[in-house]
């Protein structure tokens, strides 16, 4: 029988990849033998060539705008493919964060699991979605979503996009085809007592929390690695500098220390902005009256999200204020900018202490990476440093497109959220490479110029500030501005000449230890 005959008789269902063996009725010999269909293309013989050929295949869908012509091998349908379409921005696709993708598909297996119990969706239909989310998580089909990251409507074509594709892996599941949506209805059973206005801000709250555990690993391993260096450079004497001037002696391992302390307080800072995280709005629906949803379906679905996640989730105890605010994207975003902040005057001081190789300040080398100049043999830059400060100046600019399109909310609404997401994401994404980099890339080879360090801070006259208790602020000011006109060291000046210290005496006050940690005279 034709295909075309097949498919009439089978109601439509059968797609045109399958059984397609059938015979021309003017010619006893076969004129397309057996097709095999696999990703949107029908394998047809070619009797004449005696070899398989790739036709592409499609499905028509609809929605109440009219008819698009969907390939075959999309889970997503036919609205995905409007937003495509629509919204070519960024011309990054969602599925770039993975977190993002297995966040939605955690909401909607909760979703289908809170319908279930309720028996507001068909069992079967809802275990069949719960399948679908579940490949999803496990990493199977994320090139399926495709909405670009910045979009109008609030963040419905991903939510639509999220809907298409487990619905259509699901009627497959069911044995069924794409774009079945009379058995399984990305509307009717996928969204059931949903709306874009909960389910989206829900699944960024989790997706932000997964992301930015990762970006407290980075960071705690950078803090480690500042740590470990502290300890190698503890015995390592050196100038401290204010307002780039010398000031009093140090260790390298202090300044080492000091830089891995100021870092490891924003982790402190960024776990709080995670509690704000943990409150959300499912089941609000539109605008947080919960309309069309079961009355028992938001503190369900809250309860088996936080069951199948591990994550304490909680409805907020005011829908229609949770379904609006933004709160807690600011908060992450503050505590991601203060991070940017302390690591950019990090990456400063290090390339700062690393400049010379002979004219600069030369305490420490950097490891060296690449050729620094196109035209200057033998230049090396910090480039890691640099980068990372690149990066640092990239999440404090998208803080502040999260403030803007945080207080751009009108009404029950802020429909700004899709920016925000870009913003925190592409922030969170980038400092943690950064942070990666930089430890293993410059961190964890830091070597220090001993040596150099240690005759800096004996030619300083900085170091006068430890005879202060002995002789004063006005002679030792006297002194220090004699060393700094004539060029003399302190030693010369106090020992030799002024005779205020005897050698023995000069010994005691300027050893390595009480250099390092100079003890109180009264």
């Not at 068909?122 to 199977?140: F, R, T």
């Not at 907020?316 to 902040?341: F, M, N, P, Q």
């Not at 002979?358 to 080398?365: D, H, Q, V, Y």
Request: proline share 4%; net charge negative; glycine share 6%.
């Amino acid at each position: 029988r034709r295909s075309s005959d097949l498919r009439k008789a089978s109601g439509g269902s059968v797609p045109l990849g399958l059984l397609l063996l059938f015979y021309d009725p003017d010619d006893a010999r076969p004129r397309s033998a057996l097709s095999l269909s696999h990703c949107g293309r029908e394998r047809i013989f070619n009797n004449q060539n005696n070899e398989f050929e790739e036709q592409t295949m499609s499905r028509f869908e609809s929605d109440f705008l009219g008819q698009r012509e969907i390939s075959d091998d999309c889970y997503y349908g036919v609205q995905p493919s409007r937003a495509v379409d629509n919204f070519h921005i960024t011309e990054m696709p969602m599925s770039q964060e993975p977190y993002f993708v297995i966040a939605f598909a955690y909401v909607k297996k909760a979703a289908a699991l809170a319908n279930k119990e309720l028996g507001t969706i068909p069992a079967n239909v809802a275990d069949a979605l719960v399948w679908a989310c579940d490949q999803i998580i496990e990493g199977k089909y994320h090139d399926q979503f495709v909405t670009d990251w910045l979009q109008g409507g609030a963040g419905t074509s991903t939510n639509m996009n999220t809907n298409e594709v487990i619905c259509n892996l699901a009627a497959e599941h069911l044995g069924s085809v794409k774009g079945d949506y009379k058995l399984v209805s990305p509307n009717d059973h996928a969204n059931f007592g949903q709306s874009t206005n909960d389910t989206y801000p829900t699944s960024l709250h989790l997706a932000l929390l997964l992301r930015s555990r990762v970006l407290l690993k980075a960071v705690e391993d950078l803090v480690g690695a500042f740590y470990n260096k502290a300890e190698e450079f503890k015995g390592v004497l050196k100038m401290g500098r204010t307002h780039l001037q010398d000031a009093v002696p140090m260790t390298l391992g202090q300044e080492f220390h000091g830089w891995g302390f100021t870092i490891n307080d924003e982790l402190k800072v960024i776990r709080e902005a995670q509690e704000h995280l943990k409150v959300v709005n499912l089941g609000a629906t539109a605008i947080g009256t919960c309309v069309t949803a079961h009355p028992d379906y938001p503190a369900l679905a809250v309860k088996k999200l936080a069951e199948i996640t591990g994550i304490d989730f909680k409805n907020s105890e005011d829908l229609i204020a949770a379904t609006s605010d933004c709160g807690a994207y600011v908060a992450l975003s503050s505590a991601i900018k203060s991070l940017a902040v302390k690591l950019t005057k990090v990456c400063n001081d290090i390339r700062l202490l690393a400049s010379g190789p002979r004219c600069g300040l030369s305490e420490i080398n950097l490891p060296q990476l690449q050729p620094g100049s196109s035209i200057m043999p033998g230049k090396v830059n910090p480039v890691i440093p640099e980068v990372t400060n690149q990066s640092c100046f990239l999440a404090i600019g998208l803080d502040t497109t999260v403030m803007l399109a945080a207080s751009a909310g009108q009404l029950e609404l802020n429909v700004m959220e899709p920016v925000i997401t870009f913003a925190l994401f592409t922030s969170m994404r980038v400092l943690s490479n950064a942070c990666n980099a930089l430890r293993t890339k410059c961190v964890d080879g830091i070597t220090a110029n001993a040596k150099r360090t240690e005759q800096m801070v004996m030619n300083s006259c900085g170091i006068v500030t430890l005879l202060k208790p002995h002789l004063g602020y006005f002679v030792c000011s006297q002194m220090a501005h004699e060393c700094y006109h004539t060029g003399k060291s302190l030693h010369q000046v106090v020992v030799e000449e002024r005779k205020l210290l005897t050698q023995e005496e000069w010994d005691k006050t300027f050893n390595l230890e009480n250099l390092i940690a100079p003890k109180f005279v009264q």
